[in-house]
């Protein structure tokens, strides 16, 4: 099969280092920053000129440059226990040695955490908050363990409207609701943008796969909100759209068509050269689609109550809310159930022709492992494919055994007879 390289890739780096640049002077030039989980509504920190740092992306780099050997001893010696969130002690550890990816942790005025499927989320800015001594607020998720309806949409929107309240009140600056309404169109522009780039992987051959979505998602998930990341990922698309014409893939050999279940080991970045070594391509995940618009694609949820979470171009600040808070419930619901779980990767393995699936159960992310087992089970009995499970942690290295990894995927290469 023809391969070659994406020609987009190089914007997409830069829009993320552009990011990480402005992010490394804007403490110095006395910019506003705020700290939180990839999960907060950074739309609106956006359109108020706020400068952001998120939790996970910043434990990613923090891990991808081999800090981790420092830094995670530090937050576990300060008090948090090896169970904590992986990148959570990561982020905490390079705050208390005053070292890492971008130098010295830029300094945030403000916390903003998330209380939803994970309760890691919440305790980690809510710890660290109280660390730097900064002002904290928490955004509470319902869990709809049956069926989103309207009181769980105006529950997390009075929460929002408390925290722009709470934004405007620290950094004593009023939210124009007209830059509000734009960001959060593109963001949901982006997110459409990404399902349609990801969705081209059900063609067989994949146009791209795992690896080449958690390179491109980068700057999806840190310029969220962003006209510019629009504008490039639209172009992905198109390049996207054009290697499927002309049938280019993703590598050489698609030998067996994968499911790659949690995020990957930062620390360990040959996990896919040498799954593409055997032909063995992951090229559908969860991880990356829940930036995508399509949590609810597979969903067992009646029509009334997608309708109700579709979206709905906002005019207004209120309604901009509702979108938002909306969008939070369309991302969590998969994890709130198992029945939830089984119906969105039984699509997947459908629509996407799957024929196995790795699973990384993740000491690191529990909230990501959770039902694991179930729903490899599952596809196993319900598909007739091959299954691997393996145990490590996406952002501490001390306890991956490699050889114990490597001896695995040879077994389960062999169900392939590849
Ligand atoms: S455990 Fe997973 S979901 Fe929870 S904060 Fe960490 S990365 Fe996020």
């Known amino acids: 099969m023809i391969t070659e390289p994406f020609k987009t890739y190089p914007k997409i780096k830069e829009l993320a280092s552009g990011y990480f640049t402005t992010l490394r002077s804007a403490a110095e030039e006395g910019k506003t920053i705020a700290w939180g989980p990839a999960l907060i509504p950074y739309e609106l920190l956006r359109a108020m000129d706020i400068e952001y740092v998120l939790g996970e992306p910043y434990g990613v780099m923090c891990t991808a440059s081999g800090l981790g050997a420092e830094l995670l001893p530090a937050a576990e010696e300060y008090g948090f226990t090896t169970r904590f969130c992986a990148y959570s002690r990561n982020f905490i550890g390079s705050y208390l040695k005053g070292r890492g990816p971008l130098g010295k942790l830029p300094q945030a005025d403000f916390m903003i955490g998330v209380r939803a499927d994970c309760n890691d989320h919440v305790a980690w800015f809510e710890a660290i908050s109280k660390m730097v001594d900064r002002p904290y607020f928490a955004v509470d998720l319902p869990k709809c363990y049956k069926q989103p309806a309207e009181r769980h949409i105006a529950y997390v929107q009075s929460q929002l409207e408390r925290l722009v309240e709470f934004v405007e009140h620290v950094t004593k600056r009023k939210l124009e609701e007209q830059r509000l309404v734009d960001a959060v169109i593109n963001a949901h522009q982006l997110r459409v943008l990404w ?15 795992f690896k080449n979505q958690t390179s491109f998602m980068i700057a999806a998930v840190l310029l969220k909100g962003s006209k510019e990341a629009v504008d490039t990922y639209a172009t992905l698309l198109d390049e996207v759209k054009d290697r499927l014409q002309r049938g280019v893939a993703s590598a050489p050999e698609e030998k067996a068509r994968l499911l790659w279940d949690n995020i990957p080991m930062w620390y360990y970045p040959q996990t896919f050269r040498l799954l593409e070594e055997k032909g063995l391509i992951p090229i559908v995940s969860l991880y990356t689609l829940l930036w995508g618009d399509n949590p609810l694609t597979y969903s067992q949820y009646p029509q009334p109550s997608k309708d109700l979470l579709s979206w709905q171009v906002p005019t207004t600040g209120k309604e901009t809310l509702r979108e938002i808070a909306k969008e939070f419930i369309r991302g969590h619901i998969i994890m709130n159930s198992l029945p939830s779980k089984l119906s969105f990767y039984g699509g997947l393995a459908r629509d996407y022709r799957i024929d196995g699936a790795i699973f990384h159960s993740n000491w690191g992310c529990k909230n ?35 050889e114990e990894f490597l001896s695995g995927l040879d077994a389960f290469a062999r169900s392939f007879d590849v």
């Open 195 to 209: 399902r349609e780039i990801l969705e081209c992987c059900k063609n067989v051959p994949a146009p791209l796969n």
């Open 368 to 402: 990501l492992s959770l039902g694991r087992l179930d729903v490899a089970r599952y596809l196993g009995e319900e598909f007739h494919i091959p299954i691997h499970v393996f145990e490590s942690c996406m952002a501490d290295p001390r306890g991956f055994n490699e």
